[in-house]
């Protein structure tokens, strides 16, 4: 594709998402920044929360994880319904019923001020972590197809989309983002769709065809039986179940989404509409995947050894123009729901977990919006100094180890909440902050020397659990008398 055609994508994209913000930013304050005014229809923000569920990570990394884990991520797939359905039952009545603007408030009713402080803590950093090398992925993909031939460099590039961003979220807040989500929805839907067409088109064969060939080929497997494997269906089944609780019910970004409804029954009514629609759309991307591979042994493609680059390589070089756009087109689609959103929850929890501004009465409104302006800008200029430092580093081994600290860093968070819901014993709260750094150390032991603590047993995404176990245990330790019911 010509980079003209690239750019002009993202330019005219860009342009739309700023009309929806004209429309959704007016008369707004720090209530429509942080929960929308609690009128968002749940329809809109079920169908929205599926672009923001896929970001640009899943949408270049699933279809190429199919060549190495097959369809064994369909067992994780299922975990998220599952989890989906804990989050509306158990996590979701609660925030509604303490009527919170940030879901860490609630630590600091049930155990005390630095557990409260721990939790909100752990979220911004794995949240800044996630949502920079989420943005690294899509940016440098555009770097390296238009602006690395426009000798731009990648510092400019990534500030501009942060700009972008920021300009867009800078009013309206969750309001703009609620509506913006759903067209981002709308496109990255279309091309997982118009992609699976135009390979079909251009192998000849109907969808028909190509299903069978998928089930046919050795790519189709989903169940592995060997305990010992990553794959095995039953840690892929509660990996995901755990994965869906802590990464959506116990995150600020997607929860606020939710606690913008009208209430606990429209909330719990796109929680539940959502959750079946996006198990249909992972194994879209499941089946893309497969036929990608399909299309590359029938064409004799030389893959490229990153799996992240199989999709992006395909549909840019060997499917024509149409291809190209659909996927950028995808990609752009992606990348928004990683910035807007992440920039969005990191302010709202930063502005009332650390500047408790929700609970000061002696600051005016117009400086409280002030000072939410300035935070918003200081973690987009923290975004993109920790994307310019990825860049730098350049070594996908040490990005993806940093990705997997942030991972650790949602075990705390299930562990506090697994024991605030579960017992009804305090904690000496001094202590906490401790507790929560001691287990994602000790995970992270255990992880390297899995095989020869457990016999040939390797960790896969199940390593939350034992994290979050972790926890538990410590504030086990740490307990003391019970308490009533909460």
Known sequence: M??????????????????????????????????GNKISPWYVVAYGMIGASLSGVTFMSVPGWVGDTNF??????????????????????????????SIYSYLENRFGFRSYKTGAFYFLLSRTIGASFRMFIVVNVLQTFVFDKWGMPFWIVV???????????????????????????????LAVMLSIYIISHDMGIG?????????????????????QDKRFFIKQFFSGMFITIVMTGLDQEMMQKNLSCKNIREAQKNMFTFSFILVIVNAMFLFLG???????????????????????????????PVAGFVFILGL??????????????????????????????????KKKVHIRYAVHISFAILLLLIIVIFKIINNQAVISKLFTVAGYTYGPLL???????????????????????????????????????????????????????????????????????F
């Open 290 to 320: 497969a036929i990608l591979f399909l299309y590359a042994i029938s064409k004799g493609v030389n893959l490229p050894k990153s799996s992240d680059n199989i999709f992006p390589t395909i549909a840019l070089n060997y499917l024509g």
């Open 159 to 189: 500030a501009i989309f942060l700009s972008l961003v920021l300009l867009f979220t800078f009013r309206g807040g969750i309001r703009t983002i609620i509506w913006t989500d759903t067209l981002q929805t709308t496109f990255m839907l």
């Open 72 to 101: 064994s991520y369909l067992m994780v797939i299922f975990g998220y319904l599952f989890g989906y359905f804990v989050i509306a039952l158990v996590l979701m009545p609660l925030y509604y019923r303490l009527n919170l603007t």
């Open 332 to 365: 752009i689609s992606a990348a928004y729901p990683s910035a807007d959103g992440a920039l969005t929850s990191l302010t709202t929890s930063f502005c009332v977990d650390f500047l408790n501004m929700n609970k000061n009465d002696k600051i005016s409104n």
């Open 207 to 227: 969808l028909s065809g190509l299903l069978s060939k998928v089930k046919e080929s050795h790519l189709s497997k989903v169940f592995f039986m060997n305990w």
């Open 2 to 35: 010509s980079p003209v055609i690239i750019i002009s994508c993202v330019i005219a994209y860009s342009v739309l998402l700023f009309l929806i913000t004209w429309f959704t930013a007016k008369k707004t304050d720090n209530d429509t920044f942080f929960l």
């Open 415 to 485: 562990g506090l909440y697994s024991f605030g819901l579960f017992t009804n014993l305090k904690v000496k709260d001094k202590y906490v902050p401790l507790i929560c750094i001691i287990s994602p150390i000790l995970c992270y032991f255990f992880d390297d020397y899995s095989k020869i603590i457990f016999n040939g047993y390797e960790f896969g995404f199940e390593l939350l659990i034992l994290n979050g176990l972790l926890t538990f245990l410590g504030l086990l330790l740490i307990s003391k008398k019970r308490i009533e019911s």
